[in-house]
């Protein structure tokens, strides 16, 4: 049964870049692998070279497994830095295996029936590199896929996980609380004593995205009631200061709380979604 192995790899190796070169047409106008159609056919010939020449490799390797990373690691980077998704890059394994069998079968490889039926052992060789490599591919992808995430989210991350953010909810109200009495006593000061509406509520944005962080979305009432704050006491104690610029400071507030609030929202699902795959 050997005999029959080697003579399809003695095939395989003696026309790899014939097979790669029908293998790379095929792949490039495939309706299920349209991101190969803008890369130089000489990459994708190269590429289909590469696995067809694995072959040799596996069959005298120990442990024909580790064999079959010498492929499938550089096929997986590849693909990923060159924005192929993981489906395309699967197909296009299956379209490896499918032109080598229809090569074999048009050269008339296996004639006889008994070849034919000694054939049973190259076909089981086949599949069983091809699911070795398919399994390594999709492994590295989602590698890869988890290293990008963590460096995209690290930075927010480390703002999501600092001190002030790990402490308990029970520490983060009073914290807030406070925040929220010392924005109190700052408008009653400017307004009512000093009478002035000179900008000392860019203050006010320190509680605001505080609580947009640690709270995301129920964040936005803080925002609110500091908005509310500072229109209030404008009317109270500064009827002759023109009320347009404590309007869009109000209004800035609920914005700044809303947006960050729907990030952090957003981030967490993403975070919680990233811990899942793992």
């Known amino acids: 049964m050997q005999a029959y192995a080697a003579k399809l790899i003695d095939l395989i190796e003696l026309k790899a870049e014939k097979i790669a070169k029908q293998w790379a047409a095929d792949v490039r106008q495939h309706n299920r692998t349209p991101s190969y159609s803008s890369l130089p056919l000489d990459r994708v010939i190269e590429r289909g070279v590469d696995f067809y020449r694995l072959f040799r490799q596996m069959s005298l390797a120990n442990v024909p497994y580790e064999a079959a990373k010498t492929f499938s690691w550089k096929y997986a980077k590849e693909c990923y830095q060159e924005k192929i998704p993981l489906q395309e890059a699967v197909y296009a394994l299956i379209l490896l295996r499918r032109n080598l069998w229809l090569y074999a079968e048009f050269q008339g490889v296996f004639t006889s029936a008994l070849e034919q039926q000694q054939a049973v052992e190259s076909l089981n060789r086949t599949i069983l590199m091809y699911d070795y490599v398919s399994y390594q591919v999709i492994e590295k992808y989602q590698e890869m896929i988890q290293n990008d995430v963590d460096k995209k989210i690290g930075s927010i991350k480390l703002v999501m996980n600092n001190p002030i953010s790990s402490i308990k909810n029970i520490y983060k109200s009073g914290l807030m609380g406070i925040l929220i009495l010392v924005a109190c006593i700052l408008s009653y000061y400017y307004h009512a004593i000093l009478g002035t509406g000179v900008i000392f509520t860019h203050l006010f944005y320190i ?55 729907w990030l952090m929202d957003g981030i967490k699902r993403i975070e919680d979604m990233y811990k899942a795959t793992i």
């Open 207 to 261: 509680p605001i995205i505080l609580a947009s962080v640690w709270w995301g979305k129920k964040g936005i009432f803080v925002a609110i009631f500091l908005a509310g704050l500072i229109l209030t006491s404008h009317v109270l104690f500064l009827k002759a200061v023109p009320f347009l610029d404590d309007i869009i400071r109000a209004l800035m507030f609920i914005v700044i709380g809303g947006v960050v609030g």
